[in-house]
């Protein structure tokens, strides 16, 4: 099934514009979903809207409404929202271009792919990512999604153009709030260098599908469980992980581990296959 556009507009480079569509690069994740259910009837509930005064209300009926003091607000139907138009409701206007480095990681969002709109598109689709390419820097613009204007970072990725949000100032929390308490005093070096070896052990490449969603494995082995008419197994709790002697630590996460980068494919399927066996076995005499 091809995928559908969450955008669609122009981009334009000074005079140069051409049809885009705007596609999210990631997929909300995971299979397991669950719905409100009424163990007594094992019916479905339904959430029905409610007006406080006067009962269950239609969706249809709605409008949205801005709070400007309590219990009072201003009223705006969909229509009044969408006369609110910006030039970049509908274009992607590139401002300016900067390096990549320049932008702090707090202020990456979400990814999207932008792709030329049609084949007459792709000409000039394809002279503003190659001119894009051979600057070596990140370019940005503005666009409206979801009755917000985003900045977006967008850059050369394959045969078509990596996007990225960008979060505003406003959005991002200042560090020196959390940080503050932490204390200036330095390490123990021979700490550091212990630390710095037990890195050194597990560098490797990045490769995503080394991880998956252990969680969510072990809640589909429980699911398979209980729907062969099986009573799951108790997990015991985490063992508790605070640290008395940090160098004894340290030295024990020294000795004798190797680098975890060349897991083969079989290691990789391990977590989920153990957590089906700890669903599946029986449950222990002795409670947790």
Known sequence: ?????????????????????????????????????????NNRIKMITTDPDTGPIERSELVKGYEVSKGEY???????????????????????????????????????????????AQ?????????????????????????????????????????????????VRKPDAIFAGISDAEPDPDMIAIAQRIIEQREGP????????????????LIDEKQKGHRPAKVSEPEDTNVIDLMSALRASLVGKSKPAARSAKARTQPAKAAQKSAARPKAKKSA
Not at 7 to 25: I, K, M, N
Not at 144 to 155: D, F, G, M, N, P
Not at 206 to 221: G, H, N, Q, T
């Open 74 to 120: 201003i009223l705006l139907t969909d229509e009044e929202i969408k006369s609110v138009r910006l030039e970049s409701t509908k274009t992607i206007d590139i401002e300016r271009f900067v390096p990549g480095e320049d932008i702090d990681r707090l202020y990456w969002d979400n990814p999207y792919y932008l792709a030329p709109d049609g084949k007459m």
């Open 206 to 221: 990045f490769d995503p599908s080394l991880f998956i969603d252990r969680y969510e494995e072990a809640l589909k082995a």
């Open 123 to 171: 000409e000039a689709f394809g002279v503003i990512r190659s001119a894009m390419e051979r600057s070596g820097q990140i370019a940005l613009a503005r666009v409206v999604i979801s009755t917000r204007e985003r900045i977006l970072a967008l850059e050369p990725r394959g045969k078509g153009i990596l996007a990225y949000t960008i979060r505003t100032d406003a959005e």
């Open 1 to 41: 099934m091809a995928s559908r556009p969450s955008w669609q507009g122009h981009l334009r480079l000074s005079l140069v514009t051409c049809p885009v569509s705007l596609y999210t690069a990631t997929s909300s994740g995971g299979d397991v979903h669950f719905n409100l259910i009424n163990p007594k009837t």
